[in-house]
């Protein structure tokens, strides 16, 4: 079965340091992957995704990731972060032969951001 | 173009009743997926709907159903609640079309006392 890794439960960053959010996979192929972003009371929002290609995907908001095969990670960067970026960050998979249906997401427990001012 | 809209966005019950939660996708999309948000395990996928047909079920027990309509709004429906049933429920639209965007609703708050 597959099933994600995010090693961290909880992050503290000053505003304007660089962030590095991990995220470690179990799956038998590439899967499908993505990172959502939920702020409290709120649902998910998609920060960004990668099917295949480039293994650097840039996303919203500043956001980008790094796919490595080699140590199944997919890595959530932002240079400089912002107090709005406050926030818990989801690392999610799905089966890359969802072909023409819709994917089934396997989330990871995420990680909770807090930004000092 | 609205977004996803889920109602209630908050529900209090007592446990043996049964609850049904509504989704309503963006225009156009014809995929729903509904999944349950708990502090101890997480984000778990609970099933998709597409074309008023179920298409992917996750591992939840026959109390927890779901259907879709022809305008494509779903519902899910959980029968005998339990405390554990107290969960965030997010349902997502997509175009269900293989690699499209799952875009979430803000989700539903139920509370089983």
């Known amino acids: 079965a597959q099933s994600v890794t995010q090693p961290d439960i909880h992050i503290t960053v000053s505003e304007g340091a660089s962030l590095e959010l991990r995220c470690n996979y179990s799956?038998?192929?590439?899967?499908?992957l993505f990172w959502y972003v939920q702020s409290p009371g709120q649902g998910l929002q998609l920060l960004l995704k990668?099917?295949?290609?480039?293994?650097l995907v840039q996303g919203i908001k500043g956001f980008e990731a790094e796919f490595k095969r080699s140590q199944s990670s997919f890595n959530l960067r932002k240079p400089s972060v912002h107090w709005s970026d406050a926030a818990e960050y989801f690392c999610?998979?799905?089966?890359?032969?969802?072909?023409?249906?819709?994917?089934?997401?396997?989330f990871g427990k995420g990680t909770k951001l807090s930004v000092i001012p | 173009k609205a977004g996803v809209t889920q109602t209630p966005r908050y529900l209090i019950k007592t446990r043996g009743q049964q609850v049904t939660l509504s989704c309503s996708p963006i225009?156009?999309?014809?995929?729903v997926s509904w999944y349950q948000q708990t502090p101890g395990q997480g984000l778990q996928f609970l099933f998709e709907?597409?074309?008023?047909?179920?298409?992917n079920k996750g591992n939840f027990p026959g109390r927890f159903s779901g259907r879709q309509f022809s305008n494509s709004r779903s519902e899910m429906n959980v029968s005998t609640l339990e405390l554990g049933d107290s969960a965030l429920y997010l349902c997502?639209?997509?175009?269900?079309?293989?690699?499209?965007?799952?875009?979430f609703g803000p989700g539903t708050r139920l509370t089983v006392t």
């Open positions: 709907y597409f074309s008023e047909t179920q298409r």
């Open positions: 799956y038998g192929a590439t899967p499908y």
């Open positions: 997502a639209s997509s175009l269900g079309q293989g690699r499209d965007e799952q875009y």
């Open positions: 990668y099917f295949s290609g480039d293994t």
């Open positions: 999610a998979v799905a089966p890359s032969y969802s072909g023409a249906g819709s994917y089934q997401l396997t």
């Open positions: 225009s156009g999309h014809r995929s």
